[in-house]
């Protein structure tokens, strides 16, 4: 019988998953559902991992849930499977803005429900996830497989509830920003003549890179943008354009209408 199941199999349950197996879980202790067929067939031939039959048979047979259904189908599939749930089982739930205090109004208040906002790099082993539960009500043996889980496809935070709205911000949808930040600079690149191929590589090796530096030195990301910026040198007259141009700003208002919009959902 599998441990883990996964409801919803979108780019992050199947990310997830992926990551999961690519990191010592075994596909035997996996199952999952999806609502479209082909994506089930896909998955299972890509992965070799059996799906379950439907929702509530994969909610019944597993000791870890994973609801990997995007927000507005959360009621739904909730209704769906509460009557086959466990005390004993615990629910993971990725989706921003369905509280802990929701997600028991809608289970029961004796299910144990795990809330975290993980990100698409878990495929290759990067993943960035903020994780909150009530630790006093797990084990031990279960407090050791839910950070299992979690590094197995990246790095984990135990975050207060309260705060994984800017979770979402900071981790959860911010690689986009980032995929737009390497185009941007590939782009700049070949208007200046580089091959597009060339700029795409150097953009993101240097993306890659610079994160690096930051994780490992644990020096402050100004004093490392300092040391790029020679006196009266390229970067800072670069860096001079980025503040004219409201770079910093751009962020902070991207970051703004996220945490909006996850207070809305």
Request: aromatic letters at 8%.
């Amino acid at each position: 019988m599998a441990e883990i199941g996964f409801i919803g199999m979108g780019n992050m349950g199947s990310a997830i998953m992926k990551g999961l197996l690519k990191h010592g879980f075994q596909k035997e202790t996996l199952t999952f559902t999806d609502v479209s067929e082909k994506q089930r067939g896909k998955l299972r031939e890509e992965t070799g991992v059996e799906p379950a039959g439907d929702n509530r048979t994969c909610a019944g047979m597993v000791k870890y849930l994973v609801l990997a259904v995007k927000p507005q189908y959360y009621a739904g599939v909730l209704e769906e499977i509460r009557p086959v749930l466990k005390p004993e089982q615990v629910i993971i739930s990725i989706a921003p803005g369905k509280t802990i205090d929701y997600l028991k109004g809608e289970l029961g208040a004796d299910k144990r429900i795990v809330r975290a906002m993980p990100n698409t790099p878990a495929l290759l082993g990067e993943g960035m996830t903020g994780v909150s539960y009530e630790e006093a009500a797990f084990s031990e043996e279960e407090k050791a497989v839910i950070r299992q889980f979690f590094c197995s496809f990246g790095k984990m935070e135990m975050v207060e509830e309260r705060l994984m709205d800017a979770v979402v911000c900071v981790s959860g949808s911010s690689p986009a920003y980032v995929y737009l930040f390497i185009e941007a600079l590939a782009d700049g690149a070949v208007k200046c003549g580089l091959p597009r191929d060339k700029a795409y590589q150097m953009a993101a090796q240097t993306v890659l890179g610079s994160a690096r530096m930051v994780l490992e030195t644990g020096k402050h990301p100004g004093e490392l943008k300092d040391m790029v910026c020679s006196p009266g040198g390229t970067t800072i007259a670069a860096v001079e354009a980025l503040e004219q141009w409201g770079f910093r700003n751009a962020v902070m208002k991207a970051t703004d209408a996220c945490y909006d919009k996850c207070r809305s959902i």
